[in-house]
T-cell receptor, first 111, second 114 residues
Framework: GEDVEQSLFLSVREGDSSVINCTYT??????LYWYKQEPGAGLQLLTY?????DMKQDQRLTVLLNKKDKHLSLRIADTQTGDSAIYFC???????????FGSGTRLQVQP | DTAVSQTPKYLVTQMGNDKSIKCEQN?????MYWYKQDSKKFLKIMFS???????INETVPNRFSPKSPDKAHLNLHINSLELGDSAVYFC?????????????FGPGTRLTVT
């Protein structure tokens, strides 16, 4: 099956930029996603990018996609304490017709 | 207005019992899903339904049975609960079951089996 991998933990200081990385294996992925999960809460769709795009920007969020290396990143500018959460990378698996998630990156923002 | 809702939010029960989790979406979507999140936060698809028909049934014990009375509802029934079933179960919905670009999740149901 397809794998989506992420680093488990990232710690940054408030005001700095955060970069969360993800690698995926399914070269036929059409859409790639970033979800945010705060403690005790559900998953919030942050942004997504279509596979024919290299970059997508949405306010403080920038998604970069390197399709050749199957690498996806999420940059959060001016990181705030409210950004502390687990961030999941996911790809749309067209064969299984469902999302395949990475293991999640826990972002800790220190004041 | 809640887009995808689940009840109950917490469910504590004993081994061997049968329980159900309900899910409703008011987004007009035609596809609904159940995902399981384990204690290490790993998320995995269990089932998906498109227009009340089962699309995916991952390697899930047949003690788990999804039921979709209509496009807006997908319930999860679990028979003979086991300790290993303890997890957070998320319902989700989207428009389209083949190519999807937005999938919305419910708040989750934390199931604890004692």
């Amino acid at each position: 099956g397809e794998d989506v991998e992420q680093s488990l933990f990232l710690s940054v200081r408030e005001g700095d930029s955060s970069v969360i990385n993800c690698t995926y294996t399914d070269s036929s992925s059409t859409y790639l996603y970033w979800y945010k999960q705060e403690p005790g809460a559900g998953l919030q769709l942050l942004t997504y990018i279509f596979s024919n795009m290299d970059m997508k920007q949405d306010q403080r969020l920038t998604v970069l996609l390197n399709k050749k290396d199957k690498h996806l990143s999420l940059r959060i500018a001016d990181t705030q304490t409210g950004d502390s959460a687990i961030y999941f990378c996911a790809e749309w698996d067209t064969g299984r017709r469902a999302l395949t998630f990475g293991s999640g990156t826990r972002l800790q923002v220190q004041p | 207005d809640t887009a995808v809702s689940q009840t109950p939010k917490y469910l504590v029960t004993q081994m061997g019992n049968d329980k159900s989790i309900k899910c409703e979406q008011n987004l007009g979507h035609d596809t609904m899903y159940w995902y399981k999140q384990d204690s290490k936060k790993f998320l995995k698809i269990m089932f998906s339904y498109n227009n009340k028909e089962l699309i995916i049934n991952e390697t899930v014990p047949n003690r788990f049975s999804p039921k979709s009375p209509d496009k807006a509802h997908l319930n999860l029934h679990i028979n003979s609960l086991e300790l290993g079933d303890s997890a957070v179960y998320f319902c989700a919905s989207s428009q389209g079951g083949t190519y999807v670009y937005e999938q919305y999740f419910g708040p989750g149901t934390r199931l604890t089996v004692t």
